[in-house]
């Protein structure tokens, strides 16, 4: 079975569900890894309120035993905590007009759709009168569950010697300049940074930028990049557009909310340089087997990762919700006003990397999945360990 998540529930329902499928048995999860990987999402300089509300956890509801994968779909429940402040305005069945007075703004339809969100294009597809029903599931909360999908990849990946992190590289106008070369535990300075910048020069002037369209009561985007470490070569496959590991990571990225962009390696410098100061030379020494000593190709040649360490960046969009609001249309009166105001962030890049470094985490598990197969994760270990020893051969 392939390896595969979907996730269900809104924003400020009761919570959120993701379930997982296609885990070998055996495979040992830690509760405090995935309760780790929540908090990261949910911290970062800029993001809302909301986030000292909640305090993301997983309950299990299935696939897990003892801290085992039995080989069956896992579901995680992550709740809302504050659903108690929406019980009647998202409850599942209809409940009359007075009690939903009783919330005020929360409990009265939204007409008027935000300019570079889902609420208009969802209302005119779904043929919905009200915004809420879009942009409850189109909110960024969802990402929790995928983080916890992506907390789940990581421990496969990490079976056989894969490692994903993460870190910010612009937010706004302020660019890091992190160094070229970089191991795992580089990424430590990413964890104790407050916007996730392996650059201190640039930390501070990032949180000034932050502060800045905070004061003008506006968002800011920016350029995140995951990088993963030994990515054995061969996963993906060019025989094929569906198997292009390239195509799928990009898809995965592109699917997170306020993504516009992704690039591997070094595409876009590259655009513009001849190949010859762009392709990654080969080199083999018997110590080393084969190995090159730039990286610009972002570790994929041929839509197959090549050995070299993954790199692949995200270009996000500024939030569409501005507590300064831009000029919208009212839902049947067409009515020109000032487009609705929901509790927003000034930036998600902190969170944003997390995100998605769970999603490449989930395609490189997937891919190796693919590649090396197995019902058990020893199994799955144990082919990984026969193909890394004919690959030594070569």
């Known amino acids: 079975m392939e390896l595969s998540y979907v996730t269900a529930g809104e924003s400020h329902g009761p919570g959120l569900t993701v ?19 929540l908090a990261r999402r949910q ?27 039995l080989g069956s779909p896992i579901a995680f429940f992550i709740e809302n905590r504050d659903h108690k402040n929406w019980t009647d305005p998202m409850n599942p069945w209809p409940v009359p007009e007075e009690a939903l007075e009783a919330y ?7 007409r008027l759709p935000r300019p570079g969100h889902a609420d208009l294009s969802g209302v005119l597809k779904y043929g919905h009168t009200d915004v809420r029903n879009v942009l409850e599931r189109a909110s960024a909360r969802e990402t929790a569950a995928r983080v916890a999908a992506g907390a789940v990849a990581k421990a496969i990946c990490r079976s056989i010697g894969i490692e994903v992190r993460s870190h910010v590289l612009q937010i706004g106008s302020v660019r890091a300049t992190p160094p070229a070369w970089l191991t795992a535990a580089d990424f430590d300075r990413a964890e104790a940074s407050e916007v996730r910048c392996l650059d201190p020069s640039a930390e501070q002037a990032m949180i000034a930028e932050i502060e800045a369209a905070k004061n003008d009561r506006d968002t800011l985007g920016g350029v995140t990049e995951v990088r ?18 390239d195509g ?3 898809g995965a990225m592109l699917s997170i909310q306020s993504a516009k962009g992704v690039e591997i390696g070094d595409a876009i410098a590259s655009s513009g340089r001849r190949g010859s100061s762009v392709h990654d030379e080969i080199h083999h020494d018997d110590g080393r087997g084969f190995y090159r000593e730039t990286d610009r190709a972002g570790g994929l040649e041929g839509g197959i990762s090549n050995g070299a360490d993954l790199i692949v ?12 609001p831009l000029a919208s249309v009212e839902l049947g009166s067409h ?24 999603g490449v985490a989930f395609e490189l598990a997937r891919a ?20 890394m020893a004919r690959v030594a051969q070569a």
Do not use: C
């Not at 800029?46 to 994968?69: C, F, I, M, W, Y």
């Not at 960046?313 to 300064?324: D, G």
């Open 248 to 250: 799928r990571l990009a």
């Open 335 to 358: 009515q020109q006003q000032a487009a609705h105001v929901e509790r927003s962030d000034v930036t998600v890049l902190p969170a944003a990397a997390v995100v998605a470094e769970a």
């Open 368 to 387: 190796a999945l693919e590649k090396f197969g197995g019902d058990s994760i020893g199994d799955f270990v144990a082919a990984h360990a026969a193909y």
């Open 19 to 37: 379930v997982v499928s296609g885990v070998p048995a055996g495979l040992e999860l830690d509760h405090e890894l995935i309760r780790r990987d």
């Open 43 to 69: 911290a970062g300089y800029g993001r809302s309120p909301r986030q000292k509300l909640e305090a993301d956890d997983v309950v299990p509801n299935g696939g897990l035993r003892h801290g085992r994968t």
């Open 313 to 324: 960046r995200v270009i996000w969009k500024p939030l569409p919700t501005l507590m300064r």
């Open 104 to 110: 005020g703004w929360r409990g009265k339809p939204i």
């Open 228 to 245: 993963a470490f030994g990515v054995p070569p061969g996963l993906g496959s060019h025989v094929s557009a569906g198997q292009r590991l």
